[in-house]
């Protein structure tokens, strides 16, 4: 398993826009698909974005269609999530995730190898 950590959350207005950043421990990080899960309370945790391990694909969900863009940069052993146009729904924990490359696009969270330990995002005026 990898080590995740994720950095950027914050408490943000309606129509805002945020950069979350997740840096893994290891080097075997370009080997991984990866991505970003939500968690509202009461709520599944659902995902909102995944990356395939090279970065040529990446998956993005209805809800975030749009608004959220992933990326990563293996070098730096990280991924990002643009979120843009912020709604008070997207209100939740944010997550990065991480799997072996063949679960890409890494929709569910049972594929999920690794997660870190989650970062708060909050939108309210």
């Known amino acids: 398993q990898l080590k995740l950590v994720e950095s950027g959350g914050g408490l943000v207005q309606p129509g805002g826009s945020l950069r979350l950043s997740c840096t893994a421990s290891?080097?075997?990080?370009?080997?991984?698909?990866a991505g970003w899960f939500r968690q509202a309370p009461g709520k599944e945790r659902e995902c909102v974005a995944s990356?395939?391990?090279?970065?040529?694909?990446?998956y993005i969900p209805n809800s975030a269609l749009g608004r959220f863009a992933i990326s990563r940069d293996n070098d730096k052993y990280s991924i990002y999530l643009q979120m843009n146009n912020i709604q008070p729904e997207d209100t939740a924990v944010y997550y990065c995730?991480?799997?072996?490359?063949?679960?890409?696009?890494?929709?569910?969270?049972?594929?999920?190898?690794?997660w870190g330990q989650g970062t708060q995002v909050t939108v309210s005026s």
């Open positions: 995730a991480a799997g072996r490359s063949s679960y890409y696009p890494l929709e569910i969270p049972r594929l999920v190898d690794s």
């Open positions: 990356i395939s391990s090279s970065g040529a694909s990446t």
């Open positions: 290891s080097d075997t990080f370009g080997n991984y698909a």
